[in-house]
């Protein structure tokens, strides 16, 4: 089945404390990115990647971080994670940065303490 | 100004009732649009594309209208399962790697 998965669903942390939220998708797509969903501001982008070991910031990057390593895998690192950063997160693929239609996780519901 | 602006409702509608969103959105050369539908708690889903002609899927039409930069969904004969949110997406022109997203239409329909 093609899918985006994203681990963990759901995650409580304390400040300070790094996590990575993984994201690994298994159609072989180019294009990956990460959003976050607030309330009011709908999902805004933090980081993108055009293709394996090419990554760009996207509209709200402070405080993230992405790697690019494998073309099925676009991990999402928080070093230092805060309060504001408490929110939830979509990673998405598509097969080329060009298509239309992008295909998302299922989410991940964070919680920073 | 919003990039993209929809009203956040909720459209609370019977089953059976037409109900119309409409959606803003602010850079006149923006190039492609489309609508997605996010459930509760869920991962949002491209539910269709707008078309400068205008296009239909089932009980969906959707419609753009550039000279006044906005895009509406109408859904006809409402289904209980139509309940969802629905997002207004934007693609700017030049822009091969962003969707602009709208912070959604909640609609509830009623049995």
């Known amino acids: 089945e093609a899918q985006v998965t994203q681990n963990p669903r759901y995650l409580i942390t304390v400040t300070g404390k790094k996590l990575t939220v993984t994201c690994s998708q298994n159609?072989?797509?180019?294009?990956m990115s990460w959003y976050r969903q607030d309330p009011g501001l709908g999902l805004r982008q933090i980081y993108y990647s055009m293709n394996v070991e090419v990554t760009d910031k996207g509209d709200v990057p402070e405080g993230y971080k992405v790697s690019r390593k494998e073309k099925r895998n676009f991990p999402l690192i928080l070093e230092s994670p805060s309060p504001n950063q408490t929110s939830l997160y979509f990673c998405?693929?598509?097969?080329?940065?060009?298509?239309?239609?992008?295909?998302f996780g299922q989410g991940t519901r964070l919680t920073v303490v | 100004r919003k990039e993209v602006e929809q009203d956040p409702g909720p459209f609370n509608v019977p089953e059976g009732a037409t109900v119309a969103f409409n959606c803003t959105y602010s850079?006149?050369?923006?190039?492609?649009f489309f609508w997605y539908r996010q459930d509760c708690r869920k991962e949002p889903k491209l539910l269709m594309s707008v078309y400068s002609s205008g296009n239909e899927d089932g009980r969906f039409t959707a419609q753009l209208n550039r000279a006044s930069q906005y895009i509406s969904l109408l859904i006809r004969d409402s289904k209980l399962s139509d309940s969802a949110t629905y997002l207004c997406?934007?693609?700017?022109?030049?822009?091969?790697?962003?969707?602009?997203f709208g912070t959604g239409t909640l609609l509830a329909v009623q049995p």
């Open positions: 159609m072989n797509h180019e294009y």
């Open positions: 850079n006149s050369a923006s190039q492609s």
């Open positions: 998405a693929s598509s097969r080329m940065a060009r298509d239309t239609e992008a295909f």
């Open positions: 997406v934007v693609k700017p022109s030049g822009a091969t790697n962003k969707l602009i």
